[in-house]
Protein backbone atom coordinates (compact mmCIF):
# COMPACT_ATOMS: atom_id res chain seq x y z
CA UNK A 1 0.00 0.00 0.00
CA UNK A 2 1.19 3.34 -1.30
CA UNK A 3 -0.10 6.90 -0.70
CA UNK A 4 2.19 9.85 -2.45
CA UNK A 5 1.81 13.13 -1.70
CA UNK A 6 3.17 16.09 -3.90
CA UNK A 7 2.40 19.35 -4.57
CA UNK A 8 3.57 21.25 -1.71
CA UNK A 9 5.89 24.22 -1.82
CA UNK A 10 6.36 28.44 -0.63
CA UNK A 11 3.91 29.95 -1.98
CA UNK A 12 3.07 33.93 -0.89
CA UNK A 13 -0.56 34.92 1.04
CA UNK A 14 -3.44 34.31 -1.04
CA UNK A 15 -1.27 32.22 -3.87
CA UNK A 16 -2.59 28.46 -4.85
CA UNK A 17 -1.31 25.36 -4.61
CA UNK A 18 -2.63 22.08 -5.77
CA UNK A 19 -1.65 18.84 -3.83
CA UNK A 20 -1.93 15.18 -5.08
CA UNK A 21 -2.17 11.80 -3.60
CA UNK A 22 -1.58 9.09 -5.83
CA UNK A 23 -2.09 5.93 -4.46
CA UNK A 24 -1.70 2.26 -5.31
CA UNK A 25 -1.67 -1.65 -3.24
CA UNK A 26 -5.51 -0.94 -2.29
CA UNK A 27 -8.68 -0.41 -3.99
CA UNK A 28 -8.86 3.68 -3.80
CA UNK A 29 -12.83 3.68 -4.72
CA UNK A 30 -13.70 1.53 -1.85
CA UNK A 31 -12.39 4.38 1.17
CA UNK A 32 -13.13 7.67 1.94
CA UNK A 33 -9.98 9.65 1.33
CA UNK A 34 -8.77 12.40 3.46
CA UNK A 35 -6.19 15.63 3.80
CA UNK A 36 -4.68 15.92 7.15
CA UNK A 37 -1.92 18.74 8.26
CA UNK A 38 0.63 19.09 10.93
CA UNK A 39 2.03 22.36 12.05
CA UNK A 40 5.21 22.47 14.11
CA UNK A 41 4.59 21.66 17.91
CA UNK A 42 0.68 21.10 16.63
CA UNK A 43 -1.39 17.81 16.63
CA UNK A 44 -2.10 16.64 13.39
CA UNK A 45 -5.72 17.97 12.26
CA UNK A 46 -8.26 17.20 9.85
CA UNK A 47 -8.33 19.78 6.68
CA UNK A 48 -10.48 17.89 4.04
CA UNK A 49 -12.72 14.99 3.09
CA UNK A 50 -14.51 12.72 0.33
CA UNK A 51 -16.62 9.75 0.60
CA UNK A 52 -15.50 7.00 -1.94
CA UNK A 53 -17.50 7.69 -4.87
CA UNK A 54 -16.79 12.07 -4.49
CA UNK A 55 -20.46 12.82 -3.96
CA UNK A 56 -19.83 13.93 -0.16
CA UNK A 57 -17.28 16.34 1.16
CA UNK A 58 -16.54 18.08 4.42
CA UNK A 59 -14.48 20.74 5.21
CA UNK A 60 -12.73 21.75 8.80
CA UNK A 61 -14.11 25.24 9.46
CA UNK A 62 -10.59 27.10 8.60
CA UNK A 63 -10.79 26.14 5.28
CA UNK A 64 -13.78 26.42 4.17
CA UNK A 65 -14.55 28.59 1.09
CA UNK A 66 -10.85 28.28 0.32
CA UNK A 67 -9.92 24.66 -0.04
CA UNK A 68 -11.84 21.87 -2.44
CA UNK A 69 -11.04 18.36 -2.35
CA UNK A 70 -11.77 15.59 -5.31
CA UNK A 71 -10.89 12.61 -6.20
CA UNK A 72 -10.34 10.80 -9.60
CA UNK A 73 -10.72 6.44 -9.05
CA UNK A 74 -9.77 6.01 -12.26
CA UNK A 75 -6.61 7.50 -11.85
CA UNK A 76 -6.55 6.48 -8.06
CA UNK A 77 -5.56 9.91 -7.21
CA UNK A 78 -7.09 12.37 -4.67
CA UNK A 79 -6.49 16.27 -4.76
CA UNK A 80 -6.45 19.14 -2.39
CA UNK A 81 -7.24 22.65 -4.36
CA UNK A 82 -5.92 25.36 -1.99
CA UNK A 83 -6.68 29.07 -2.78
CA UNK A 84 -6.39 32.16 -1.46
CA UNK A 85 -3.83 30.55 1.07
CA UNK A 86 -2.62 31.96 4.74
CA UNK A 87 0.27 31.81 6.37
CA UNK A 88 -1.39 29.91 9.31
CA UNK A 89 -2.13 27.50 6.50
CA UNK A 90 1.86 26.16 6.57
CA UNK A 91 2.00 23.03 7.82
CA UNK A 92 2.80 19.29 6.43
CA UNK A 93 -0.05 18.01 4.96
CA UNK A 94 -0.96 14.02 4.55
CA UNK A 95 -3.44 12.09 2.76
CA UNK A 96 -4.74 9.12 4.14
CA UNK A 97 -7.43 6.64 3.70
CA UNK A 98 -10.61 5.14 5.61
CA UNK A 99 -12.66 1.70 4.78
CA UNK A 100 -15.21 3.85 6.71
CA UNK A 101 -18.84 4.54 4.39
CA UNK A 102 -18.88 7.79 5.45
CA UNK A 103 -16.40 10.88 5.79
CA UNK A 104 -14.56 11.01 9.63
CA UNK A 105 -12.45 13.72 10.78
CA UNK A 106 -10.50 11.42 13.45
CA UNK A 107 -6.83 10.44 12.97
CA UNK A 108 -7.90 6.93 14.29
CA UNK A 109 -10.30 6.11 11.60
CA UNK A 110 -7.83 6.31 8.79
CA UNK A 111 -5.41 2.95 7.95
CA UNK A 112 -3.14 4.39 5.10
CA UNK A 113 -1.18 7.31 5.48
CA UNK A 114 1.37 9.22 2.84
CA UNK A 115 4.70 10.55 3.97
CA UNK A 116 3.32 14.35 3.64
CA UNK A 117 3.73 17.37 1.57
CA UNK A 118 5.33 20.31 2.86
CA UNK A 119 3.72 23.90 2.52
CA UNK A 120 4.69 26.99 3.41
CA UNK A 121 2.94 30.33 3.00
CA UNK A 122 4.93 33.53 3.72
CA UNK A 123 3.21 36.81 4.83
Known amino acids: VQLQASGGGLVHEGESLRLSCATS????????MAWFRQAPGKEREFVAG????????FYADPVKGRFTISRDNAKNTVYLQMNSLKPEDTAVYYCAASNSILVTTAVRHYHYWGQGTKVTVSS
Open 50 to 57: INWSGGST
Open 25 to 32: GFSVDNYA
